[in-house]
């Protein structure tokens, strides 16, 4: 997940993607927390093959707010100006003035959701009981 998310918006340099601007220092704690959160929830919808799901309502709004927090995080981290929907709607000094201060928000925002639709799956969790040695 978080590879999903660096490389496209060069967070880390490769050859295929590049960046106008910087990156900022935040970038990087939000694509580790972008992994780790994307990674757990991606693991949570690995299951048996006889089990089915608690809800069906519950697995779909898991997995769109989980979809839609990581949409939000390759916007956070990505180049403001680097961005052809960014530049279209604001143009490239709107891009630098309006839309790069709120790309923190944006990332705490991505955490949040990503967070919820995690805590929302693990919540139905069933768990087994560890048998200790004698």
Same mark, same amino acid.
Request: hydrophobic share 55%; proline share 7%; net charge neutral.
């Given at each position: 997940?978080?590879?999903?998310?660096?490389?496209?918006?060069?967070?880390?340099?490769?050859?295929?993607?590049?960046?106008?601007?910087? &990156?900022? *220092? *935040?970038? %990087?704690?939000?694509?580790?927390?972008?992994?780790?959160?994307?990674?757990?929830?991606?693991?949570? %919808?690995?299951?048996?093959?006889?089990?089915?799901?608690?809800?069906?309502?519950?697995?779909?709004?898991?997995?769109?707010?989980?979809?839609?927090?990581?949409?939000?995080?390759?916007?956070?981290?990505?180049?403001? &100006?680097?961005?052809?929907?960014?530049?279209?709607?604001?143009?490239?000094?709107?891009?630098?003035?309006?839309?790069?201060?709120?790309?923190?928000?944006?990332?705490?925002?991505?955490?949040?959701?990503?967070?919820?639709?995690?805590?929302?799956?693990?919540?139905?969790? &069933?768990?087994?009981?560890?048998?200790?040695?004698?």
């Amino acid at each position: 997940m978080a590879i999903v998310v660096a490389l496209p918006t060069a967070v880390i340099p490769n050859p295929i993607f590049g960046r106008a601007i910087e &990156v900022t *220092w *935040w970038s %990087y704690p939000i694509v580790i927390i972008t992994g780790i959160l994307g990674g757990l929830l991606i693991a949570t %919808y690995i299951k048996e093959p006889n089990d089915s799901p608690d809800t069906e309502e519950e697995v779909d709004t898991a997995a769109k707010l989980g979809g839609v927090g990581g949409f939000i995080a390759f916007f956070a981290v990505g180049c403001p &100006v680097c961005n052809k929907l960014v530049l279209i709607a604001l143009g490239s000094s709107g891009a630098i003035s309006w839309f790069a201060p709120i790309q923190p928000i944006l990332a705490v925002a991505s955490m949040a959701l990503m967070a919820w639709a995690l805590r929302m799956r693990l919540r139905g969790s &069933v768990s087994c009981a560890v048998q200790t040695p004698v």
